[in-house]
């Protein structure tokens, strides 16, 4: 255990953490969305989000950048990275809403049992992944390097980047913007009444359907700014890229309290956080390892999460 | 007529719990549907509002067969309810749950005229406004449920036990508040188990007895029928 170097870094493995944690936390809006309103766990949604990383990457090819470019100057950025976003977006978007289209709602409407839909959940995971990995010949693709990573300033000696900035930035703008549009606006508001008792919705004139497809455009739509910024930031990505950060990405949504907004946030930072303080004491191979750790000791003591579940229980 | 049931059978599995119901509600109508415990009351209702799917039959609504219609879209045509067990949403302040009440409108105008109209008929709702629906009482509850399915200003309003669970006092103040939305035009098909109550504020009542209709007749005919004073008014 090396304890000098969890101390003496600890602001900088704090910076770091959040920013991985942003990323987790905006892929976890997708589990917990759907959890709340389906009570599934959406498996295929770790290929969502990397579908998001490839189409970003395609995009800006098609704009002319490859690995060798110079970083562009601030106007083309700009545009590169605002089509890079649309782009992901959007095929984030229409892929979750395919996989509920062709996996979930079929079965739904036959009144399958709950392990069918964890069946085919895991089967378009890996349909999506497989096909990625067909078509790009289970190869690593690097981006080019768009913002060259600068420190703006320093907390208690740890640089903050303009990317790690951009990264927390972008997160809270879409935190915000999701938890507004849930609690505030109509649309929200069918979405909350069908996570709280889907009978009563219809009895509202709700479609249950519309809500369901707007939760997984909701969820695609963050995990595509997720997979830009992690484009951004890691500077490649490959066919299998999903399997890891939907795995935390769902544990985070589970450790903040799975079916709470809020909750993924909180869980998405916080394993982050955990994540590198444990690669400061035990070295980075315990990782990955100690996210999971964590989260059964936590569930250990709390079952329902942080903050527990709430879009369908208490203010979303 | 407004709703037009001819019969209609309901299956639960295996189970038949609807055997072939035939009833009407004219426009302008308090008709009250009574009997027993499982008989079908609830059934029958989630049949009109399409929460449960009907084997045979139909149901007519001014004019528009909606038998295999979906449950929202029903809501859209006109049909409200206020379901057994209340339905409000937990997590959702009083005011949301009456938004959501409001959930197929678009007007406005008319849905804050209608807010101020629930707030004036339960004035217990405007104390409350800002509190969750599940830290309601059982009768705030009620109140609650009764107040979101008139803010889709139903042309059909359909209440499945409405004093259920509640204490004499409050009964009587929602059969009051029933009467009163009915003289301002809405039509109610009314499900009770206090067929006192029901029977003597309805025009008309049917009788239901295990998925069968028995009896029928204006509320006052019921009300002095041998049989239902037996089985259902408590009355030798």
Known sequence: MNFDELVGNFPALTITGLEQGAIYALVALGYTLVYGVLRLINFAHSEVFMVGTFTALWTWEALGYNQNSPSPAFGPLLLALLAGLAVAAIASAATAVTVELVAYRPLRRRNAPPLAFLITAIGASFVLAESFGIGTARAPFGMPTLIKSETVFTVFGAGVTNVQLLILGVTLVMMVGLDQFVNRSRLGRGIRAVAQDADTAALMGVNKNRVILLVFVLGGIMAGVAALLWNVRYGYTKFNIGFLIGLKAFAAAVLGGIGNLRGALLGGLLLGVAENYAAGLFGGDWKDFTGFVLLVVLLMFRPTGLLGESLGRARA | ?236
Do not use: C, W
Not at chain 2, 48 to 60: C, D, E, M
Not at chain 2, 164 to 172: D, T, Y
Not at chain 2, 183 to 188: A, D, F, R, S, Y
């Open chain 2, 1 to 236: 007529m407004l709703l037009e049931i001819k019969d209609l059978t309901l299956l639960y599995g295996r189970i038949q719990a609807l055997h072939g119901i035939s009833l009407v509600v004219n426009e302008g109508e308090v008709v009250a549907l009574i009997g027993a415990n499982g008989a079908g009351k609830t059934t029958t209702m989630r049949a009109i509002s399409g929460l449960r799917p009907v084997a045979q039959g139909s149901i007519v609504f001014d004019g528009t067969d909606v038998t295999r219609m979906r449950a929202d879209l029903r809501v859209i045509r006109g049909i409200g309810q206020a379901p057994e067990g209340r339905g409000v949403f937990p997590g959702m302040t009083v005011i949301e749950n009456l938004e959501m009440g409001a959930y197929t409108r678009r007007d406005r105008a008319g849905i804050a005229e209608d807010m101020a109209m629930v707030l004036d008929l339960f004035p217990r709702l405007a104390e409350r406004r800002k509190q969750a629906g599940g830290t309601l009482s059982g009768g705030e509850q009620q109140m609650l449920a009764v107040g979101r399915a008139l803010m889709a200003r139903p042309r059909l309003l359909l209440l499945d036990e409405p004093s259920m669970g509640l204490a004499p006092k409050l009964i009587q103040q929602i059969f009051e508040i029933i009467t009163r939305i009915n003289e301002q035009g809405t039509t109610i098909l009314l499900v009770e188990q206090n067929a006192q109550q029901a029977l003597s504020r309805a025009h008309r009542g049917y009788v239901l007895e295990t998925g069968r209709i028995v009896k029928e007749g204006t509320g006052q005919e019921l009300l002095h029928d041998p049989a239902v004073k037996e089985a259902y008014l408590g009355v030798a």
